[in-house]
């Protein structure tokens, strides 16, 4: 348990507190095959509305536990601070989709970021454009 709260606490914006409510919410990463899973685990997806050929996306569906996103989102403020690769990630969405869209989109990032180094044992690497899968 240790060695992966120090593997979340080397995120910019998560400390031990944070690491420990993601670790204990989530526990095993490997349980979620694939990481659009673990993002409606947690509730960040956008919610969908379709009706013969048109398709409208809508707010996230906030399923999950509400504490656990609220780090995300407040982890991923630290981290577009920080880390200019995901800055330019959050400019980018921020200008077609407003700051709010763009900051959520950021923590789902993080969390399939989060995932992908639990998984493989690494510490984060700020400005690098980690692997999904």
């Known amino acids: 348990m240790e060695k992966r709260v120090?593997?979340?606490?080397?995120?910019?914006?998560?400390?031990?507190?944070?690491a420990m409510e993601i670790l204990l919410k989530r526990q095993?990463?490997?349980?979620f095959h694939r990481v659009d899973q673990l993002a409606t685990y947690v509730g960040l997806t956008p919610s969908q509305y379709s009706s013969a050929d048109k398709i409208?996306?809508?707010?996230i569906t906030c399923i999950g536990k509400n504490s656990v996103?609220?780090?995300l989102?407040?982890?991923?403020?630290?981290?577009?601070?920080?880390?200019?690769?995901?800055?330019?990630?959050?400019?980018?969405?921020?200008a077609r989709a407003g700051g709010k869209r763009a900051i959520v989109a950021i923590a789902r990032q993080l969390l399939i970021r989060m995932r992908?180094?639990?998984?493989?044992?690494t510490l984060y690497v700020?400005?690098?454009?980690?692997?999904?899968?």
Do not use: F, N
Not at 56 to 59: E, I, P, Q, V
Not at 73 to 94: F, H, N, P, S, T
């Open 56 to 59: 409208r996306m809508g707010r």
């Open 116 to 121: 992908r180094i639990l998984l493989d044992g």
């Open 6 to 18: 120090e593997i979340l606490r080397s995120i910019p914006g998560v400390g031990i507190i944070a």
């Open 73 to 94: 989102v407040q982890a991923a403020w630290c981290l577009i601070r920080k880390d200019g690769v995901m800055r330019e990630r959050y400019d980018k969405i921020k």
């Open 69 to 71: 996103r609220a780090i």
């Open 126 to 133: 700020p400005g690098v454009i980690a692997s999904t899968g």
């Open 28 to 31: 095993d990463m490997k349980r």
